[in-house]
């Protein structure tokens, strides 16, 4: 179980985040919704260890993964290589495997910048899932995406979510994307930014 | 290829121009005149016995400044805390003549070829990491936050996620790192050794024979044409596949 219980994060003397706390279970997702600028991202940051400085613990599982709103590919390395160097205990036919999920079985022997932007998208994502993770953490995946591609994106996020049952925190503005997706829906607003709605969906 | 060979015929003609204008072989020989005395050092190996000697001390400096450089450059570029205090020591090394430091290697340390290596790396190291440390500020921050988060191994991340970054850097400071090592090799050499190409120069600079002194330096500068074409611009091509992929 995943329990963040953020007390205080400023930055500088701005206060930006206050007195988040939630729990997320094995297979449920969370999304985090919330206007743009509100600072969604930095708890995502907070959440997977990115940045130490706040006030306040979070329990983390050890194997975590996740997935940026851009790509965030090591573009010097072929798109087989970038899934085997992050998770060097995946087997070849594991990895391939992983590649086939999402569509990308003839890509492997390319480099990401061969690659659409959807797909790089598609690589990130199984990046994300091919290590089986407990805990998945998810900033802004679909965003600036064309409509077909991001429901594509989403219905193979869905899939994956489903097969891997791990926990799942991402943060959207978007609520149809929010309501497809989660268990429960946290709204954060004000200034410092705190939840202001919990709404269990599922 | 034919521009290059078109560039260094022009050279060769101007050469020849000059020397016409100054019609004096004892200043500057015309380019076949060379080929005598060249195959005369050839011939009794005196050539390739300095040629060997100047460039296993250029590979023993290039190797050491390189890898001290690029360490003392991540190491400054990655912790900014270690990099307020050395940074005034790289001013000071950065602003050193190279003269200085060669004379007092050669007098702490002996006229030996500790020295002389010493001497050459220590001119090199602040100028790679300079550059090193350039590059080390300008890794992107995405790409470190995915590896933390998911537990990539250290020496993976920096096989794979730190050195390609910085590849851009450590071949501009390899390029500028062999030109500039390979003339102090020869000013050390010129100071204090009794072997090498720069000894050579010392000698036929006392004797003023002009065309041995060209016919030494004229043959480094072809193997270190050689190293430019055959290692280093195939190598940057190959780490460079990705991006004209």
Known sequence: MISVDVRSKSYGDVPVLQDIQFDVEQGQ??????????????????????????????????NMAIVFQEPTLLLWRSVFDNIQLIHPELSESAVREALSEVGLADKADLFPGQLSLGQQRRLSLARGFAGNPDLLIMDEPFV?????????????????????????IFVTHDT?????????????????ATLKIKETLK | MSVRAFSLLGLLGFWFLVAW????????????????????????????????????????????????????????????????????????????????????????????????????????????????????????????????VFRMRKQSV???????????????????????????????????????????????????DVRLVLVYALSFITVMLLVEWLILQPWEKRVRRWRTA
């Not at chain 1, 149809?176 to 410092?192: F, H, K, M, V």
């Not at chain 2, 790192?177 to 050390?188: F, P, Q, Y």
């Open chain 2, 158 to 208: 920096l096989q794979h996620v730190i050195l390609p970054q910085l590849a851009p850097f450590i071949a501009g400071a390899a390029r500028s790192g062999i030109a500039v090592i390979w003339k102090i090799v020869l000013v050390v050499e010129f100071l204090g050794r009794s072997n090498g190409i720069g000894f050579q120069i010392h000698l036929y600079f006392q004797l003023f």
């Open chain 1, 144 to 168: 600036s995406l064309d409509e077909k591609t991001a429901d594509e994106m989403l219905t193979l996020t869905e899939r994956l979510i489903s097969k891997t049952q791990p926990a799942t």
């Open chain 1, 176 to 192: 149809t994307e929010a309501a497809r997706l989660a268990t429960q829906i946290l709204t954060l607003d004000g200034q410092p």
């Open chain 1, 29 to 62: 997702t969370v999304a985090i919704l919330g206007p743009s600028g509100i600072g969604k991202s930095t708890l995502l940051r907070l959440i997977a260890g990115i940045d130490p400085k706040f006030e306040g613990t979070v329990s983390r599982p050890k």
């Open chain 2, 21 to 148: 204008i100054a019609a004096d072989p004892l200043v500057l020989p015309m380019p076949q005149e060379l080929f005598s005395p060249l195959w005369a050092e050839l011939k009794s190996g005196e050539l390739l016995f300095h040629l060997s000697r100047t460039l296993i001390r250029v590979i023993w400096a290039f190797t050491l400044a390189m890898s001290l450089g690029l360490a003392l450059g991540l190491v400054m570029g990655l912790f900014p805390h270690v990099d307020r205090w050395l940074d005034p020591w790289l001013v000071v090394f950065l602003n050193l003549p190279a003269l200085v430091l060669i004379v007092l290697c050669y007098l702490w340390i002996g006229l030996n070829e500790t020295a002389a290596i010493i001497a050459v790396t220590l001119n090199k190291i602040p100028n790679v990491t300079t550059i090193i440390r350039e590059g080390a500020r300008s890794l992107d921050p995405n790409l470190k936050a995915m590896t933390q």
